[in-house]
């Protein structure tokens, strides 16, 4: 079993920065794409950023030019780097990863950490 574990969230003002985490561990896989996406409360769960294990990035649009997503592919772990928060980017942010184990190919998820941007 391959857990996908988050964290760095928590409240900032207005204009802050956060660096959100997301380690894997087990044993036996490998990753392809990670990415970062966002629940805000009563909405759908939509795309923040991908990174592909070659490094190639997408963002959505309302995130381009403030958050930056990166991985380590030795620590099995991606990063989303958020600059210039607003209070519409508050949300639970979740990382999602394509997991390749034992010939089989799946997406896991991770459990979620809050954002809060609020002054």
Request: charge should be positive; include cysteine; glycine fraction near 12%.
């Amino acid at each position: 079993q391959v857990q996908l574990v988050e964290s760095g969230g928590g409240l900032v003002q207005p204009g802050g920065s956060l660096r959100l985490s997301c380690a894997a561990s087990g044993s036996g896989f490998s990753i392809s794409t990670m990415g970062w996406y966002r629940q805000a409360a009563g909405k759908q769960r939509d795309l923040v950023a991908t990174i592909s294990s070659g490094g190639s990035t997408n963002y959505a649009d309302s995130v381009k030019g403030r958050f930056t997503i990166s991985r380590d592919n030795a620590k099995n772990t991606v990063y989303l780097q958020m600059n210039s928060l607003k209070p519409e980017d508050t949300a639970v942010y979740y990382c999602k990863a394509r997991i390749f184990r034992i010939g089989v190919s799946y997406e896991n998820w991770g459990q979620g950490t809050q954002v809060t941007v609020s002054s």
